[in-house]
């Protein structure tokens, strides 16, 4: 079993599509990418999630719907 399939990177072609009509000046990829500080659209900055935290909210998620199901069964069970 090989790993998570990675996204596949937006084409130029795609990318005017998807934003086609949004915006009132046509946004290009190379704009949209630009490290430009002055820039208010496109991508800010990026990071790459630990998956150490991934898995931390995860359990989290996981944990917080478990406690819910507990609560929300113990509520039904005393309603007589």
Known sequence: MSGPSRPTPL????????FK??????VTFKDFKSGDP??????????RVDPTIS?????QALM????????H????????
Request: charged fraction near 10%; include cysteine.
């Open 55 to 59: 898995y931390a909210l995860i359990w």
């Open 11 to 18: 084409s130029t072609s795609g990318f005017t599509r998807v």
């Open 64 to 71: 917080a719907v478990f406690f819910s199901l507990i609560i």
């Open 73 to 80: 069964l113990y509520l039904y069970c005393t309603q007589v």
């Open 38 to 47: 002055k820039k208010s659209i496109g991508e800010m900055s990026s990071q």
């Open 21 to 26: 009509g949004y915006y009132r000046t046509p």
